[in-house]
């Protein structure tokens, strides 16, 4: 935490270094003394498994911190991950909704049951606005600027950030706000907007829950989840003329390349385009 590291990675970290550790006693080697052939037996243990190259590259980003620990805490003499290079990450075109399935998503009618109108509620944030699930999970009611169409963030690193949104969006949370006002009455419930049925913030897993529940319902052929609607946002951004820096500036990225990804061409604009401007009709 000390580096300003999100919590959830953090978390993950201690669990990848609590594997090697376990790795290490299996093997009665003292990791403290282990030497750089012993770390990359680990790693490539971790390949035969089928571990893929996003998970070995932040196992090797945890190995790389922990050993920094010992070096730092006078408890190893020498890192074994020095010179280690991690896994080259495929760039992959992120995965996202079609227009189509958007519109079915927030067409759908979310009746009166408090689950229903907090999911929509929901994704319709996370569409307009493209923040984080962890992020949306974080909002309270003086993160909204619903007079201005503005949500106050806290990213990574406890990084803030406006975020411009829409006004459909500030429409379901009023709803969604309204119900929870009728749910609750003058009980005490947490601060965060998004609660569950006992007033208690929203855990990230019922909110994935809540979601596919709806998605099925509504009809989409793909299964939603929290992180599928920031991918939609921001691919629907550029496709529509958005230029990579205010979309950086939205989704909270540190680097541009981040953002990059978004800068795709998708399939079936590419076969109108060629259908239209081939000479070879």
């Known amino acids: 935490m000390e580096r300003g590291l999100a919590k959830n990675t953090c978390l993950a970290y201690s669990g990848d270094t609590e594997a090697f550790l376990a790795y290490c006693e299996a093997r009665k080697t003292d990791p403290a003394l ?4 012993f770390v990359e037996g680990y790693l490539w243990s971790l390949k035969k498994g089928g571990l893929g190259p996003a998970s070995i590259f932040r196992k090797t980003e945890a190995l790389r911190a922990f050993y920094r620990y010992l070096r730092l805490e006078g408890k190893a003499q020498k890192d074994p991950t020095a010179n280690f290079r ?4 495929p760039r992959k075109v992120p995965r996202f909704l079609a227009r ?6 927030l067409s759908y009618p979310a009746g009166e049951a408090f689950a229903k109108v907090r999911a929509a509620a929901a994704i319709e ?3 307009a606005s493209g923040i984080r699930v962890s992020e949306l999970l974080g909002l309270r009611l003086e993160s909204v600027n619903f007079q201005q169409g503005w949500l106050r963030v806290f990213g990574k690193g406890a990084k803030e950030r406006m975020v411009p ?9 009023k709803e969604y706000l309204s119900s929870r006002q009728q749910k609750f ?10 609660v569950n049925r006992s007033g208690i913030k929203l855990s990230r897993q019922q909110m994935w829950k809540d979601i596919v529940t709806f998605g099925r319902e509504a009809g989409v052929e793909i299964k939603p989840h929290p992180h599928l609607f920031r991918h939609t946002f921001a691919s629907h951004l550029v496709q529509g003329g958005a230029d990579l820096r205010s979309v950086q500036e939205m989704l909270g990225h540190a680097s541009l390349n981040t953002t990059q990804i978004y800068a795709h ?6 076969k109108k385009a060629h259908d239209k ?3 070879d009709k």
């Open 125 to 127: 944030l996370l569409y």
């Open 86 to 89: 991690a896994p080259k990450l």
């Open 34 to 37: 282990a030497e750089p052939p």
């Open 100 to 105: 189509r399935d958007m519109e079915k998503l």
């Open 277 to 279: 401007f081939h000479p």
């Open 165 to 173: 949104v829409n006004a459909a969006a500030l429409g379901r949370l």
């Open 265 to 270: 061409v998708d399939k079936g604009d590419l």
């Open 185 to 194: 009455g003058g009980q005490a419930v947490d601060d965060e907007l998004f």
